[in-house]
């Protein structure tokens, strides 16, 4: 069983506030970003925009920008740390089923895309051919995005919507359908991986109420990515 939680009610309408706040540093980036392009008379703004190590970038500051706010969000909690999930320590013995299910979880999706003839995704063929410091793209996408995306997402707020009328259940759903639609880069079937993706990491949430094991599995999913696309 999971770690009970004993935190008040939470809002629907804040919490969907929230959400859109959380959004808000993506957006102001990508005008930012739109802005360098224009000043500095990029002429293919979107090719730009697309080259990995640009990608790296944003992630990075997108996380740097964004992870604060989650704070915020939870500096009236009892126990903040308790509240994300993030209390416990990381147990390798209690994370050693969700390492095989995971494993079990990248073997199936590697042989639907097999069976289905499913290439990389364009937006990692794209990364693996424009990125000029790999160093900076593993930190981004193998480091930095998992733990940026699980603690606003099966951390900050699974436990928001958990704590409304929409109930256990429903937070894994939400999060799970806005974990995918933040993936706008892929498309088709690999949408359906993404969602496969977020609802793995949200029943990993709510069986061990730890954050850092989805951490974890999200990590190695996207180590594994990397490997095949550079290896």
């Known amino acids: 069983m999971g770690q009970q939680e004993s935190?008040?009610?939470?809002?629907?309408?804040?919490?969907?506030?929230?959400?859109?706040?959380?959004?808000?540093?993506?957006?102001l980036l990508s005008i930012i970003f739109g802005l360098y392009a224009h000043q500095n008379n990029i002429a293919d703004p979107q090719a730009w925009f697309a080259d990995g190590d640009v990608i790296c970038l944003f992630t990075l500051l997108m996380?740097?920008?964004?992870?604060?706010?989650?704070?915020?969000?939870?500096?009236?909690?009892?126990?903040?740390?308790?509240?994300?999930?993030?209390?416990?320590?990381?147990?390798?013995?209690?994370?050693r089923p969700w390492f095989l299910i995971t494993g079990g979880f990248i073997a199936t999706w590697w042989l639907i895309n097999s069976l289905l003839g499913v290439e990389t995704p364009q937006s990692m063929q794209l990364i693996y051919e424009t990125t000029d410091y790999v160093l900076l793209s593993l930190l981004a996408i193998c480091v930095v995005a998992?733990?940026?995306?699980?603690?606003?997402?099966?951390?900050?707020?699974f436990s928001r919507f958990r704590h409304t009328y929409l109930g256990q259940s429903g937070a894994l759903l939400f999060t799970s359908v806005i974990f995918t639609m933040i993936h706008g880069q892929y498309?088709?079937?690999e949408l359906l991986m993404i969602f496969s993706l977020a609802v793995l990491l949200g029943v990993c949430?709510?069986?061990?109420?730890?954050?850092?094991?989805?951490?974890?599995?999200?990590?190695?999913?996207?180590?594994?990515?990397?490997f095949v696309l550079y290896v």
């Open 205 to 226: 949430r709510i069986k061990t109420g730890n954050v850092k094991n989805c951490i974890a599995i999200h990590m190695l999913n996207n180590a594994v990515a990397m």
């Open 187 to 189: 498309q088709g079937i």
């Open 146 to 157: 998992p733990l940026f995306e699980e603690v606003v997402f099966r951390g900050f707020l």
């Open 63 to 95: 996380a740097l920008f964004t992870l604060p706010i989650v704070a915020v969000a939870t500096q009236n909690k009892a126990n903040r740390s308790e509240y994300l999930a993030l209390s416990r320590p990381f147990s390798i013995t209690e994370f």
């Open 7 to 27: 935190q008040q009610p939470d809002s629907l309408i804040n919490t969907s506030l929230w959400l859109v706040i959380l959004y808000l540093p993506t957006f």
